[in-house]
């Protein structure tokens, strides 16, 4: 036998209101205690092992990041050698397209160690030998093996891949910053270089370990093989080479807070990339004025001293493909993340955050910090509280993103704080409903009405002490009132009736509670006429009309009460 799509939405909303029936008729402070029980059992098990809500939050993230007051000022030592669109153009007349020659990077190289600088950085891979020019391979390789400031990145592969290499620590020495602790070398997949003499020179993982969303947050300075040995970025390299000191503090610093990485996508182990305050910031110059004045030909700009300077050579043309989604831009040049990465190391710049233990710690005790509060404040304040409390949270990280130290992310304290406050705004406009819910006429007993009436609008802190004395004493009473929407609220629809309540049961059962119900009303200065008998009625259509009735009836005679004067009806 079917059943048809009518009975079984019959069903369904006739369950429902019986379990919102159940779960509004709950004491505040079970409500209380069960939620906070359920929200700290959820932080524990997703902060410390689900990682659902826990984490960074991305866009909120992101969103602090361009919104900053201020950021850390540039070091005035780097310098990118660019390879933009306008140098791919002037250059293509005589050597064609990219990839040129490479003894036109020779000539650029000697130019530039030429003039002593702190430090060539190559944001370019060499993985293969120019087959096509063997001798711009030789005039490069000569160029490296005479430059005493170079250093190259190597692109790091899938970790799955590192038991099908053959490369080692005794191939690439100058990439690992912790030697091997056993004899048992680990093998390492990674695209190495292709010319002799850059595998001798400083070497980094120049990869941009991007989160899973595709943004580059995160940079990796070293990673931790399984034989014990550690391999260093190409940041790092930089900082080895500049500043020893620096190099060991950040060495430290790993060895402190190193975790299992990905060598696919960012992962906690990796430090937040203080970025500063829009992309694309650092100086440049192009590269075929470099190349131009190192061929003693004129140039289309006055290039500055490269003495001292940190000089990064790379590509920002887009038909070269090196670029990034990051928090200060949807395509930031991959060259520019690079100079945030070493301006950063040389300068100890670090985001820390919090332990995932702390935040649950963080979450948990906020979760316990709201209940107490709202058990113990107005619920009036409910809806002001969704707003402030977050705002202050997601205020405290703001202020965090500002410090170039710590970044506080309190995200998930927050989001937790909306959900809580509404769950307790829901359950109470629950709450209120059951209890201003259809009063039921006993088989046995009559009903009786006890008429109130306050000096203002009721509100809903004044509900709220109401139906937690009915919730004590009376039960099965339930409450009358015009409209139930908050009294501070303008979208009253009987404001003339709206400081008018009326209390409807069981004669008996309100007759035990009066003592306690006279105390509640006398705690909200309300005055009142007790006990006002109803007249039976034969079905509940007729009961609510005479319910109606008998209500207008005591708060007309309620009126011309004196103020503050009780009244019982025999």
Known sequence: MSISTDTRQKF?????????AKVAAWPERAVHVCLVSVFSLWVVIDVLFLGVTGGLAQTTYDAMVRARLFAPALDDRLLIVDIDEAALARMSKEFGRWPWPRDTLASVLDFVESQQ????VWDIVFSDLDRLNPGGDAAFDAAVNRSQHSHFGVVRLPIDNDDKSQITQKNLKNLWVVPAKSEDLST??????????????????????VDKDGVLRRYRNFEQLKDGGVIQSLAMGVSQSLDPAT??????HFEQEKGKVDTENASSADVLINWRKKPNLYPRVNFADVFAKAEGEPTTAQLPSMA?????IGATAPSLHDVHPTPLSSAQNGVDALATSIDNALHRRVMYELPKWLAATVAVLLCAV???WSYHTSVSRLSQAMVALPGVLLGVSFVSLHSSQFFIDLHLSAALAILYLALLKAWFAARKRYWCGEVIQPLDNSLAIWACELPEAWTDDALNALMGCLQSHAPTARIMLLDISPADSNLLVWKPFASSLAIVGDNAELTFAKPAIERCLQGLDAKSIALYPVARASDATQLRQVLSQTALQAWAELRQAPTHIKMEST
Do not use: D, T
């Open 12 to 20: 369904w909303h006739r369950l429902e209101r019986q379990l919102l």
């Open 308 to 312: 001292g300077k940190i000089v990064i």
């Open 188 to 209: 390492l997949a990674l695209i190495p270089p292709a010319l002799p003499a850059i595998v001798h020179k400083p070497l980094g993982f120049n990869n941009g370990y």
């Open 247 to 252: 190099h060991a503090y950040w060495l430290e």
């Open 370 to 372: 709201i209940s107490l």
């Open 117 to 120: 600088p702190a430090a060539v």
